[in-house]
Every structure is written in structure tokens, then in C-alpha cells.
């Protein structure tokens, strides 16, 4: 049961939260108040040393070993809550300095795509400082979603975190066209699955008469199952969710946002909300509807799998490399799901949960590097992301295209990664609740996705640069801070997995709050 805390050891709690949206409003109030000239020099640090202290603070929170519900109930704050707030915090974070960078952003969303007003602005060096503002709210909307107890604090997190999102994808600076057609069709679609958690939402509000997920959870034991609203409920929540996920069938929208969308924001959602939406599946499907596990499992059997093998053959057809990142993130959101499944079984929840907090941690710190080094491959048009364009890459950059076959061979689950490990905890969990044939089409999946990224390894080393080919923009310090901690998170998880499984493995403990 949910315990009431003493207003004090609330705010405790939710310090998190409390400081990174606190940040966002003081950087509206910089956009609003100060003078444009200093608006960025005062944003990065405040954003920067917000996401900092957040973690300090989730780490205080860790220590504590406090395990309830906050804000009357609707806030959990658990193990698996607070280790996805670190990892989303720390993705963030990164994040921020590829965002921070130079050359990413339009400098006026409002001129038209080659109009004189745009010349102007750019000869000007006019910049949207608001970026900042944004991403925080984004971030604030990330660590809410996956620690909501209660279905309308879910959702308003939902839009928290989307909304920000929906206006960075169409602020590229370079490709506008195609920016503001990611960002339009992610608005489209985003709002369609938002209408559907939120019909889902009001469905099992009517079967049970609550929103607390525990209560929820309560009333279907009383139920037993058998009502045709209840399981329409459960179905429309269910796509809301695996929406963001990028799920099978529900994955359109992923491949042209990511490849329409600023770079930086590109390796935000591709990390952090992927971290948020795989908490918020885990602790709808865990904390309210584990009484009906019999009748969602046959159903993520069937997305689990048409995702691994949606993600894994369409990768291959790709000959833009953002595109080809998008669809790699697809497959692995199929391989998550083979978690998901493996949790709802008592004996083997706790090696699932730990399976996939490691998964989270590994893959995130993989994707922004991997859309780092994106960033520094540019041709006359700006990124050079068309495949045909990274041929020879390895002869004119031995470093960027190594560290960039690194994380390829991680993405691939190749041993001494930390893609290997987080592979093996997830497939181990679901050989041990007999999920076989789940585990057999992952490997498959992960066989097929190999070929793929050997491909451009394949092309970058082995084949000979093109006169005309694109240039190598020197990094700048947080770019290289970028690139240099994703290779050595990717590394030292693949090496000494221990101490990152076993933190997971204790904030699996717990499980979620109920």
C-alpha cells in the first residue's frame, strides 16, 4: 500500500524532478528577461549544473534506501525508479553538449526554408536559445513517466516530455524541409498514440473506478479478467506506450524523425526516452496489470518478436545512416521486450528487471556516442549521412571511424562489449522462464543486424575514398567528452559488467512500488 509521507520527506523524494523543472523555468526566464547576447552563455551552465545536481541528488536518494510513493501516491520512488533516473541524467547530460555545439540549430524557426529573412538571420548569428528550456522540460517529462503510480500523471508527463521534443526535431539547421516534415509527422502520430493512452486510461477507469495503479491492480483481482472494456483498455493503453517505445507495428515515425531531427535531439530520444517509455511499460504492465499477465504475454510475445525482426531486415535496406541507427534502435526495442515478457514471471522478475536496467545503461551510453560521430562527418549540405558518402571514411579518419565500428560491434552484441553483456541478461532471463523461442529469434535478429553493421564497417576500412568526399569537422570539447565517455562506458561495461549489474541487480530488489 502506498504510504502518505510528511510534506518534508516528499520533497525529498521528488528533489529530482524538482530541480530540473526548476531549471527550466528559470531558463524561460532567461529567454524572457535577459539581454539575447548573454542568453546562451547563461543557459549552458544552468542546464549543465541542473542535470548534475539532479544526480547527486538521485545518488543521496540511492543511499537513503527509501523506498515509497510520493506526492500522495502518484510519484513512486523505487530502486528501478532511481536507477533510470540516473541513466536518464546522465544521457541528458551528454546530450547537452552535443546540443551546446555550434551549427546544429536554425538560427530563426519562423523564416521561411532560403528566404532572405533566413540570410539575415544567419549573417547575424542569430541562435534559438530556447533549446535549453526545452530539452529540460523534455528531461523533466523522461524521469516523471517512468516514475508516475497513477495513470493521469503518467500521461501528463507523456506530453511533458513530447511536446519539447515535437518542436527541437524541426529546428535542424541545415535540411529544414525535412526537419519540419520529422517534426510534423512526429507531432501527427504522437498525438494519435497520446489520444489512445488517454482512451485506454479512461476505459480502465471506468471497469475499476480508480487510476492508481495499485488500485487498478486491486480491482482486477476482484474482476478476474472477464469484462470486454477492461481488455479494449488494456489493448489502447498498450499502444500509447509502445508508441514510444518504437515497437512493431507502431515503429513509423522513428526512421524519419531521427533522420529529419537535429542530431543532438536525435541522440536524445534515442537514449533518454527510449530509458523513459521502457520504464513506463515495465511499471504499467508490472505494477497494474501483472493480474492479467496471461492475457497481455501471448500479445508482447507477437511484438517482441515482430519488432526484432522488423528493426533486424528493414536496417538493411538502409542507405542513410541515421535511418540505419533509427531502424537498429527499433530492433533493440524488441530485444527489451523480451524482458518485459520474462518479468512477469515471480521467479524470474528480479534477474529480468536487473537484465534490463543493465540493457538501459548500455545501450544509451552507445547511441550518443554513435550519433556524436554522425555529428562530425559533414559534406557542403552539412552531415553526410548517406552511406555511399562514409566510404574510405577509415583512411581519412582512422580514429572516428574505429571508435564508430566500436560502437557498431557493441550495437551487434560482440563479446568484450557492453552490448554482449546486455544481450546475454535479457536472452538469460527469458531461457529462464522457458521463453525459448523468443531467445532463438533474438539471436536471429542479432545475426541479421550483424551484417549490417559490418556492412559500414566493411566500407569505411575497406573501400577507397572518393575525391569529392566529405570532410572531418574538428570536435569540439564536448563533442570529444561525448565520444571519449560513450567509448569507455561501452568498454568498461563490456570488460567489468559487475559492478553496473549488481547496482541494477539491487534496485531490482525492490521491484516497483505497488
Not at 515509497?68 to 510519484?75: F, Q
Not at 529544414?176 to 501527427?188: D, G, H, N, T
Request: hydrophobic content about 55%; aromatic content about 10%; proline content about 4%.
Amino acid at each position: 500500500m502506498n504510504q502518505i509521507q510528511p510534506p518534508v520527506i516528499e520533497y525529498a523524494q521528488l528533489a529530482p524532478l524538482l530541480v530540473v523543472f526548476g531549471a527550466a523555468v528559470v531558463g524561460v526566464l532567461v529567454e524572457a528577461f535577459a539581454p539575447r547576447y548573454l542568453r546562451k552563455s547563461l543557459h549552458m551552465p544552468v542546464t549543465l549544473l541542473s542535470l548534475i545536481a539532479a544526480f547527486v541528488l538521485t545518488l543521496w536518494q540511492g543511499l537513503q534506501g527509501s523506498r515509497n510513493a510520493a506526492a500522495m501516491g502518484a510519484v513512486a520512488v523505487d530502486g528501478a525508479t532511481l536507477f533510470i533516473w540516473g541513466t536518464i541524467l546522465v544521457l541528458a547530460a551528454v546530450s547537452v553538449l552535443l546540443i551546446n555545439d555550434e551549427d546544429h540549430f536554425v538560427a530563426q524557426a519562423a523564416a521561411l526554408p532560403g528566404s532572405a529573412e533566413e540570410e539575415e538571420s544567419l549573417s547575424t548569428g542569430a541562435a534559438h536559445t530556447e533549446v535549453y528550456p526545452l530539452a529540460l522540460f523534455a528531461v523533466g517529462g523522461m524521469l516523471l513517466f517512468p516514475a508516475s503510480n497513477d495513470l493521469l500523471i503518467m500521461f501528463v508527463a507523456l506530453e511533458v516530455m513530447s511536446l519539447p521534443l515535437y518542436l527541437l526535431c524541426g529546428l535542424a539547421r541545415r535540411r529544414r524541409l525535412l526537419s519540419q516534415e520529422a517534426a510534423m509527422k512526429y507531432f501527427l502520430l504522437g498525438s494519435f498514440s497520446s489520444a489512445f493512452f488517454l482512451y485506454g486510461t479512461a476505459l480502465l477507469y471506468g471497469v475499476t473506478g480508480t487510476v492508481d495503479l495499485g488500485g487498478i491492480s486491486d480491482a482486477l483481482a476482484g474482476i478476474g479478467g472477464e469484462d470486454t472494456l477492461l481488455y479494449v483498455g488494456v489493448a489502447t493503453l498498450g499502444v500509447g506506450l509502445l508508441f514510444k517505445v518504437g515497437a512493431a507495428p507502431f515503429q513509423a515515425w522513428k526512421p524519419d524523425v531521427y533522420q529529419g531531427a537535429p542530431t543532438p535531439i536525435t541522440a536524445l530520444m534515442a537514449s533518454g526516452t527510449l530509458v523513459a517509455a521502457f520504464g513506463a511499460v515495465l511499471r504499467v504492465f508490472w505494477v497494474a496489470l501483472g493480474g492479467l499477465q496471461w492475457d497481455w504475454e501471448p500479445v508482447m510475445w507477437g511484438v517482441a518478436i515482430l519488432t526484432m525482426i522488423v528493426g533486424a531486415i528493414l536496417a538493411i535496406t538502409q542507405t542513410d545512416i541515421k535511418r540505419m541507427l533509427a531502424y537498429s534502435s527499433i530492433a533493440h526495442g524488441g530485444f527489451l521486450l523480451v524482458g518485459v515478457v520474462a518479468i512477469g514471471d515471480a521467479a524470474q522478475n528480479q534477474a529480468a528487471l536487473r537484465g534490463l536496467l543493465f540493457y538501459l545503461a548500455a545501450y544509451g551510453f552507445t547511441t550518443v556516442g554513435a550519433f556524436a560521430v554522425v555529428t562530425l562527418v559533414r559534406d557542403a549540405g552539412g552531415e553526410a549521412n548517406h552511406l555511399s558518402r562514409w566510404a574510405g571514411l577509415g583512411k581519412r579518419s582512422p580514429l572516428l571511424a574505429g571508435v564508430f565500428a566500436f560502437f557498431l560491434l557493441a550495437f551487434a552484441g560482440i563479446p568484450l562489449t557492453s552490448g554482449f553483456f546486455g544481450k546475454y541478461a535479457v536472452f538469460a532471463a527469458a531461457g529462464g522462464v522457458q521463453a525459448w523461442p523468443l531467445v532463438v529469434v533474438g539471436v536471429l535478429a542479432s545475426a541479421i543486424a550483424a551484417f549490417f553493421y559490418v556492412r559500414v564497417i566493411v566500407l569505411m576500412f575497406f573501400s577507397d575514398p572518393a575525391a569529392d568526399g566529405p570532410t572531418i569537422a574538428v570536435p569540439t570539447i564536448g563533442t570529444s567528452t561525448v565520444v571519449g565517455l560513450a567509448a569507455l562506458a561501452t568498454v568498461v561495461l563490456g570488460i567489468f559488467p559487475g559492478p553496473v549489474l549488481d547496482l541494477a541487480g539491487t534496485a531490482a530488489e525492490s521491484l516497483f512500488v505497488r
